[in-house]
């Protein structure tokens, strides 16, 4: 019996790896074919229900399963996947996934290759959106774990013996419209100040934040005993894609003495396009910003990004070293400061090297003509929704979301959704605005093309009509 894990036939190995390597290049090369979802088959769940393996499989075995999971994902690859936002993929992180588990890094921390990798994304986003050089940067699973970590700073800024005693007697509020993405909420939950001290902002008629009404509920707040402390700006709301104005809340920031945060999960990305550079400028006077690549700019899942103004706020929020994880000035152990003085977690993969090959291959003007495409594409589609008497428009189009709906029945609507979803012809989701069930199309995959969207109003109306 062997005494370790590698294989006892390494040419083997070598043929298996090529075959699902193959598999995996033509499950991307074919992904504008075939069904935009389908459910998992009886025969697969089945498989994925044994009993903990004892003796394991053989390789041939493995590969077999690994091969029939591949056509049954979420469907983000195809270019009529449109519910939610989820970018596309490309080759370029497939591949660069591979170095990376061959490499099989920690980034917690120590000097080590990988690291180099990473400070240079971190230095690449800072220029990007034009944060200055002192700027701290972390790579995360996603906008969830980075907007957590950005207000801890925000709040260990203002409450400096939070980490030491806690905040049972805090009076901190903050501040986003209600369209912000439920993540925030759910930080101030972790960060234990509670979804209440979360104040909703109402929203106008483009469902950006009320400024007006911002700056009442501060007064109010702050006449009542209370601590603002943060306001949160959204590049790219879930429902309808908007984005607030963050020149004016940086402004009111400035004034009120108030940390920034934007949460720009998928919309920040438009920075580097022409459609929406200038309503993002704003961006670079935040104290935090947090976004994912995995979205707009198509690195494989999963791939986030926390960036904070204040170097130093950030580490002391997070910075904790114990003697096993001491500092040096050479060897392994140098390479200071880590990356687990940034963030919760000192078990950290290399996602960082997906990010940098994303940009290193196709570089900044081409994502960012892939964004104004999308952008472009939101727009089409609006008008062949205005051009037909069934369907009707129900929020303006600001990014690449466009919210709808047939005729004047919500059942119908969750209906045609549905209905598209189980035939695998599209994917688009189902929202509430204003108190009716709107069909929602967000349009972020470098693969869809404009046919697709004809398609997609084409496959509406004859559901719609059927029902």
């Not at 005494?3 to 075959?19: E, G, I, M, S, Y």
């Not at 080590?112 to 990473?118: D, Q």
């Not at 984005?243 to 809340?249: N, P, S, T």
């Not at 935090?288 to 103004?309: C, E, P, Q, T």
Request: charged share 20%; with cysteine; aromatic share 6%.
């Amino acid at each position: 019996m062997s005494n370790t894990l590698d294989p006892k036939d390494w040419q083997q190995t070598r043929n298996a790896a090529h075959k699902m390597l193959n598999a995996a290049l033509d499950k991307v090369e074919n992904s504008t074919e075939g069904p935009v979802w389908q459910a998992l088959p009886d025969t697969l769940k089945q498989s994925f229900s044994s009993p903990l393996p004892i003796s394991g499989s053989q390789t041939e075995a493995l590969q077999a399963q690994l091969q029939a999971l591949l056509p049954y994902g979420v469907g983000n690859t195809h270019p009529r996947f449109f519910g939610w936002v989820h970018g596309s993929g490309t080759t370029t992180g497939l591949i660069a996934d591979i170095a990376a588990s061959a490499m099989n890094a920690n980034l917690g921390g120590r000097d080590h290759g990988a690291m180099y990798v990473e400070r240079q994304v971190v230095s690449w986003m800072r220029e990007m959106f034009s944060f200055p050089d002192q700027a701290s940067g972390l790579v995360v699973s996603g906008t969830s774990m980075a907007t957590i970590i950005a207000l801890k700073a925000a709040r260990d800024a203002r409450i400096t013996t939070a980490r030491k005693d806690g905040i049972t007697s805090s009076k901190l509020v903050g501040y986003a419209s209600v369209q912000a993405h439920n993540c925030v909420a759910r930080a101030f939950d972790i960060l234990g100040l509670g979804e209440t001290a979360l104040r909703a902002v109402s929203v106008n008629d483009n469902y950006e934040m009320d400024l007006n009404a911002l700056t009442k509920m501060i007064d109010e707040d702050r006449a009542a005993g209370l601590l603002p402390f943060l306001l949160v700006g959204t590049a790219g709301t879930v429902n309808v894609g908007a984005i607030d104005d963050l020149d004016g809340l940086a402004t009111i920031a400035a004034t009120q003495d108030l940390w920034l945060h934007v949460d720009g999960a998928f919309g920040a990305a438009g920075i580097l396009s022409k459609t929406l550079q200038t309503r993002l400028k704003g961006i670079s006077s935040a104290d935090s910003l947090a976004f994912d690549f995995h979205k707009w700019l198509h690195v494989n899942y999963d791939a986030g990004f926390v960036m904070i103004r204040d170097e130093a706020a950030h580490r002391a929020a997070f910075s904790s070293r114990p003697d096993y994880l001491q500092a040096a000035s050479r060897g392994l152990a140098a390479g200071n400061p880590w990356p687990v003085e940034y963030g919760p977690e000192l078990s950290r993969g290399f996602r960082a090297l997906k990010i940098w090959a994303q940009f290193t291959e196709h570089g900044t003007e081409k994502l960012g003509k892939m964004i104004d495409k999308n952008c472009a594409q939101a727009k089409l589609l609006a008008s062949l929704i205005k051009d037909h008497p069934k369907l009707t428009l129900l929020a303006p189009v600001a990014t690449s979301v466009v919210c709808f709906r047939y005729g004047d029945k919500d059942e119908i609507n969750r209906e045609i959704v549905m209905q598209l979803q189980e035939s695998g012809i599209a994917a688009p989701s189902i929202t509430t605005l204003n108190g009716q069930a709107a069909i929602r199309v967000n349009i972020t995959n470098h693969r869809t093309q404009d046919n697709d969207l004809k398609v997609l109003v084409d496959e509406i109306v004859t559901v719609g009509a059927r029902l």
